[in-house]
């Protein structure tokens, strides 16, 4: 998620349990007095806290503890508190007495000390808790809703039974710091400031950096591994019970940020098919235009063609028309050559009458309608020295026109 600000949790030092019994005992002056006891519930297993108090500089001690009619048990306990969880199943409603004591004890070869105290304390057997949970209830209308909730889950934290905690006893208890830091510390952890300011953390209106309006969330932080790293509240009240740093920041909740994602997926995908659109428009309009230069092409090659092919036709029809021209000019002495050419034997008919009609001038034959009736033109004649007629001289024929 995006996160866009948060307080800083880096000014605030961490420090150890000695500093913290060091405020309770601070806060013990501050506070009015917090003392009391369990009470146990009859035939029902009942888990309780015995805490020794050690005042020299042991880190790690044995107790011996000893349950009214119960047999004696041993637990090591360690600093700052000593203190150690036991369960007690009691048979009838009265009164039990747990008493401890240190004992020295051997463990791996290792020599444990006896914790350097004593003492006892006393639980009062009950059949039901309804007058606690009448105390309790009376308690958390005393205080304001959220604090009410801070301090039991602060002490659902610590483990207090709370619904069992006689706080009218007068008894010392091992729970009775824990109470009181509940008390204290919810104070300090809902009076610091957070990032969300006076809005509700679970959902208000925000802008981002950039100005987008939206909708967001406050959530708590904390330095984990040299690394600052969200974690809940009740994390958050853990630390503030430990007095660890923690921070708090803003940052956009899952639903605005996957609706604004969706947002700018659709607009990406609407920008991305628009220049998609455009991209094949001038693709498209590209192709058409080589497939017009193409064509333009294929047309001005098909005409040229076409002209040649034309002007090769009339070129053709041209030299056709002089070839008719010259054939028909040719002289009619050339055309019966390639006639007699072209026929034998029409020439060799014609030799044969030449000669014949040769023979008949020699031998005083002729046509005798010619000796009868001689032409007319007859005295034109010309006559051949030897006293024969000549044959009348051929002129050509006059070519036909078309």
Known sequence: MTVMYSNSIHGHALKGR???????WGLAFALPAVAGQYQLLAGEPNSVVVAARVLNAEQICNLEITVQGQTSIEREVKAPHFETRIEITPRETENITVSWRGKFKRSNGQLINACPTEGQTSFRVV????????????????????????????????????????????????????????????DAFLDRKKAWGDNKPDNFACSLPGGLKTRCEGYFMAIENG?????????????????????????????????????AQALKAKLAAE????????????IREEQQAVEAKAA?????????????AKRLQEIER??????????WLLKQLEKLKSDPKEESKSDNKDNKDSKDVKDGKGDSKTDAKPDGKAGNKEVSKDGSAKPPEAKPEEPKSK
């Open 322 to 331: 002089l070839e008719n021209e010259r054939l028909e000019k040719r002289s």
């Open 300 to 312: 001005e090659e098909q005409a040229r063609k076409d002209k040649a092919e034309a002007d090769r």
């Open 18 to 24: 000695n500093t913290v019994a060091a405020i309770l």
């Open 127 to 186: 059949v039901d808790n309804a007058p606690l949970r009448a105390a309790w209830a009376g308690l958390w209308s005393q205080m304001r809703p959220e604090k009410a909730e801070c301090v039991r889950t602060a002490l659902q934290s610590d483990r207090v039974r709370y619904d069992w905690f006689d706080l009218s006893d007068p008894q010392t208890s091992a729970e009775d710091w824990k109470i009181q830091r509940a008390m204290a510390q919810c």
């Open 227 to 263: 690394k600052t790293q969200p974690i809940s509240k009740d994390a958050a009240l853990r630390r503030q019970l430990d007095n660890l740093a923690w921070g708090t920041g803003v940052r956009e909740t899952a639903a605005a940020q996957a609706s604004r994602q969706r947002q």
């Open 275 to 286: 220049e998609a659109a455009k991209i094949k428009a001038a693709e498209d309009a590209r």
